[in-house]
């Protein structure tokens, strides 16, 4: 299995700071890494796919970069509403893993 | 707007059978893999398999032996099923959709989750 490293596993900021998540993976993954959002109660939303690309409907402030093994989700002035959980995922070769999530809090 | 909702037991005893299904409303099940991903209490996101359309499918190896997938057209839904369970099968138990995106594919649509525990 390819193993995820996510990190930090929290993080405090403040509107409008900027943050950023790595994630890291145990092999190669070319761009095959996707960014979720998720707030406690609701369906979890994607955000960037394929390392990159911002999911239509994800507000400009959310960006990926990386590729390999090495990923990067920054996140530029954050908003009230993006304090959740973060995951990262890779989607290159099955069974299909999940970083361990990135809790973003005030 | 499609959506999905997951369905069934909330509590199932140890050694018995976990079933849930996936609704899909407002939009069709061609197309795209239907997968199943679990989340046990104060832990990360497990993958536990997918069911493609066609009927094809793909499933954890740390499950295999104990879980089938399977995909409804007829009826918009798609449905796990677990056997042997045990305590550490307690979980919030999601479904999702992925969508092919170029040589990859990503999860654009998921369910709200439904917890179950596994006790006697």
């Known amino acids: 299995d390819i193993q995820m490293t996510q990190s930090p596993s929290s993080l405090s900021a403040s509107v409008g700071d900027s943050v950023t998540i790595t994630c890291r993976t145990s092999q190669s993954i070319s761009n095959n890494l996707n960014w979720y959002q998720h707030k406690q109660g609701k369906a979890p939303n994607v955000l960037i796919y394929?390392?990159?690309n911002l999911q239509s409907g994800v507000p400009s402030r959310f960006s990926g970069s990386g590729s390999g093994t090495v990923f990067v989700l920054t996140i530029t002035g954050l908003q009230p509403e993006d304090f959740a959980t973060y995951y990262c995922?890779?989607?290159?070769?099955?069974?299909?893993?999940f970083g361990q999530g990135t809790k973003l809090e005030i | 707007q499609v959506q999905l909702q997951e369905s069934g037991p909330g509590l199932v005893k140890p050694s018995e059978t976990l079933s849930l299904t996936c609704s899909v409303s407002?939009?069709?099940?061609?197309?795209?893999?239907w997968i199943w991903i679990r989340q046990p209490p104060g832990k990360g996101l497990e993958y536990i398999g997918y069911s493609f359309y066609t009927g094809s499918t793909n499933y954890n190896p740390s499950l295999r032996s104990r879980v089938t997938l399977l995909v409804d057209s007829s009826k918009s839904q798609f449905s796990l099923k677990l056997i042997s369970v045990t305590a550490a099968d307690t979980a919030v138990y999601f479904c999702?959709?992925?969508?092919?995106?170029?040589?990859?594919?990503?999860?654009?649509?998921w369910g709200r989750g439904t917890l179950v525990t596994v006790s006697s």
């Open positions: 999702a959709r992925g969508v092919a995106s170029g040589p990859s594919w990503h999860l654009d649509l």
């Open positions: 995922q890779q989607s290159d070769s099955a069974p299909y893993t």
């Open positions: 407002g939009g069709s099940i061609s197309g795209y893999y």
């Open positions: 394929a390392a990159s």
